[in-house]
């Protein structure tokens, strides 16, 4: 099978760099999204996220004229939806996944399909979503057939392939990453190989696609139970007096313990997002995966409170000193190291909370973003050298490369390192 015209719907961290290897094979992509801005900052041959060097892929691949972006779906013979999966809203929603952005991405290209046309779901999704795609597709497309009705013999081909990179790398893993492709038929994962292999080194391995699926949220969960038991370790050590990151540094000596580092709380749109989906559709089982999970949506408010005792052990120390006048700083907004990605970020949501403290002044030191997002309150995004020398409680929530090294502390300066990178006789809670 080939492919002369390919479309992905969704241009955000996946899509675009997803889009813009395609182009590089010389295959003719078309990018879709809802935000006229993103398509036309790509179709300017730029970019509107952060991504090392994929700049300049777009920028080559719109100037030969392989990409393009547009806000409406044109014809192709594939299409990969790459649209958000979050949670549903409103007091009923208790971390049920929102499949609504799927349902218009797939109602949107439905007018445009064909016979032979393959549609694959990258979007992180809960078991049984690919199925429900192709439903909403067939709904939309009566006069096609599809493969939950007619199998192989299906006018289109219907497949999960989540993606498997990392922020910061995403080029390169997209490349060379093993691919987990699961077709609703055999047919369907053929032709989803067909259209991995343009750029894909590494090994297309098929499965069906409700595996598919449940392969890509036990990874996460997988990774996420690991941080939780560290991030427990942490606050089991506060409460014994003991150094956490000493102790895993000696326990990782054992040659088979491989202790993560704690940190403020998980983030991104996949590793704090994704177990819920396996809470949701099976919550007496998923025991385990639960409580991680509350073990890490807790922590940032640990860290609140770290921050409230330090403030309440300065105004102590300083009787001359209100509240008002406590100025803290806080090193880190994004969900992890040197990105710009702000989605589910502990360090953004410790930000906000610490912002309604009635604190005096509040500064953030973030090299990545050039804006403060509106929900952190009456704060100033200023440079690190600024925040060292004006503010008493300093806060690193984010060990961007920026910040590794040393930090001397004034006089009655205190620091809570969440990340601990900086001088461990100098931590203050």
Known sequence: MTFKTVSVIGLGYIGLPTAAVLASRKVKVIGVDVNQKAVDIINSGQIHIVEPDLDIVVHAAVTEGYLRATTRPEPAEAFLIAVPTPFK????????????????ASRSIAPVLKKGDLVILESTSPVGATEQMAAWLSDARPDLTFPQTHGGESDIRVAYCPERVLPGQVLRELVQNDRVI????????????????????????????????????????????????????????????ISVWELIRLANLHPRVNILQPGPGVGGHCIAVDPWFIVSACPKEARLIKIAREVNDYKPEWVVEKVQAAISKLLQANHLMRLKDVSVACFGLTFKA??????????????????????????????????????????????????????????????????????????????????????????AA
Not at 193 to 202: D, S
Not at 217 to 226: A, C, G, I, K, P
Request: charge should be negative; charged fraction near 25%; glycine fraction near 6%.
């Open 182 to 241: 699961g077709g609703i038929t055999t047919k369907c994962s053929e032709a989803a190989i067909a259209l991995y292999k343009i750029f894909v080194l590494g090994a297309c391995i098929t499965t069906n696609a409700r595996t598919a699926e449940m392969c890509k949220l036990t990874e996460n969960s997988y990774r996420d139970v690991n941080i939780a038991f560290a991030n427990e370790l942490s606050l089991i050590c506060d409460k014994q007096d």
């Open 338 to 427: 040197n990105i710009d990605d702000l989605r589910e970020s502990p360090a953004l949501a410790i930000a906000e909370k610490i912002s309604k403290l009635g604190i005096g002044e509040l500064l953030v030191v973030e090299p990545h973003i050039s804006s403060l997002p509106a929900v952190i309150e009456n704060a100033e995004l200023v440079t690190a050298e600024y925040a060292r020398k004006r503010a008493n409680i300093l806060i690193l929530l984010v060990d961007h490369k920026d910040f590794v090294g040393n930090v001397n502390l004034k006089a009655q300066q205190l620091l809570v390192d969440t990340r601990g990178i900086w001088d461990k006789s100098a931590v």
């Open 89 to 104: 809203t409103g007091p009923t929603g208790d971390h049920e996944p929102d499949l609504s952005y799927i349902e218009t």
